[in-house]
């Protein structure tokens, strides 16, 4: 994989991997109407990350390489 390719994915976990961080911290205070959203959230977020993982073995890319 080439270097601009792998950047780019390592971009992007890293924003999953904030956004998971920061759903978390708003789920521990957020109001009872607000869980819901917040957990339909996080696990969008983690299903996003095993696709990636699904994927990234599909293709042969070592996950360790991309962040995974």
């Known amino acids: 994989m080439d270097k601009k390719s792998i950047e780019f994915i390592q971009d992007v976990l890293i924003s999953i991997h904030e956004n998971l961080h920061e759903l978390q911290e708003r ?3 957020a109001a009872p109407e607000e869980l819901t959203y917040i957990e339909a959230k996080i ?3 983690n299903e996003m990350i095993a696709i990636l993982k699904n994927s ?3 293709f042969g890319i070592p ?3 991309i962040g995974l």
């Open 56 to 58: 990234a073995e599909e």
């Open 27 to 29: 789920k521990n205070f």
């Open 43 to 45: 696990m969008a977020y």
């Open 63 to 65: 996950k360790e390489e």
